[in-house]
T-cell receptor
Framework: GEDVEQSLFLSVREGDSSVINCTYT??????LYWYKQEPGAGLQLLTY?????DMKQDQRLTVLLNKKDKHLSLRIADTQTGDSAIYFCVPRAYSGAGSYQLTFGKGTKLSVIP | DSGVTQTPKHLITATGQRVTLRCSPRSGDLSVYWYQQSLDQGLQFLIQYYNGEERAKGNILERFSAQQFPDLHSELNLSSLELGDSALYFC????????????FGAGTRLSVL
């Protein structure tokens, strides 16, 4: 099955850029999602990228995909204290018999220092 | 607000007991997914239902079972509870079968004492 690796912690100063990295193993992953989990809350879809794209920009968020190296990154520009949360890299891969499966990394806890 | 409702928010029970967690999906969504989030295992997919039928199975223990009712709400039943079952249980929903964009509820925190 798919394995997803992320750094567990990242600390940045308010106003700086944050870069959260992720590596995955299943090259057949078609969609790659980033979810955000704030304390005491469920997961919220932040953004996603199709596997045939290299980059996607969405306001302060930039997603970069290196399909050859199976590496995904999320850049948050001008990081704010409200961005403090856990960020999950989530590839979606075909699991056979017409089914797909999402695999969640352990998440990167982003702490923003005022 | 994702539109996915989970009840109860918190549940405290003892080992050996049985509990039921409930989930109402977003209006119009046919798929419901259950996940377990614990500190050591991260977020683990348990099971998916689509329009009342089991669609995909993940790391769900035999002591756990789920169902989806005709009104599309779902219940996750956990029995013979052990200390290690203490976790956050999330429900998510999506329109189709193919585990595309999922919308998550706020979760049920289960504490087994």
């Amino acid at each position: 099955g798919e394995d997803v690796e992320q750094s567990l912690f990242l600390s940045v100063r308010e106003g700086d850029s944050s870069v959260i990295n992720c590596t995955y193993t299943d090259s057949s992953s078609t969609y790659l999602y980033w979810y955000k989990q704030e304390p005491g809350a469920g997961l919220q879809l932040l953004t996603y990228i199709f596997s045939n794209m290299d980059m996607k920009q969405d306001q302060r968020l930039t997603v970069l995909l290196n399909k050859k190296d199976k590496h995904l990154s999320l850049r948050i520009a001008d990081t704010q204290t409200g961005d403090s949360a856990i960020y999950f890299c989530v590839p979606r891969a075909y699991s056979g018999a017409g089914s797909y499966q999402l695999t969640f990394g352990k998440g990167t806890k982003l702490s923003v220092i005022p | 607000d994702s539109g996915v409702t989970q009840t109860p928010k918190h549940l405290i029970t003892a080992t050996g007991q049985r509990v039921t967690l409930r989930c109402s999906p977003r209006s119009g969504d046919l798929s419901v997914y259950w996940y377990q989030q614990s500190l050591d295992q991260g977020l683990q997919f348990l099971i998916q239902y689509y329009n009342g039928e089991e669609r995909a199975k993940g790391n769900i223990l035999e002591r756990f079972s789920a169902q989806q009712f005709p009104d599309l709400h779902s219940e996750l039943n956990l029995s013979s509870l052990e200390l290690g079952d203490s976790a956050l249980y999330f429900c998510a929903s999506s329109y189709g079968t193919d585990q595309n964009i999922q919308y998550f509820g706020a979760g049920t925190r289960l504490s087994v004492l």
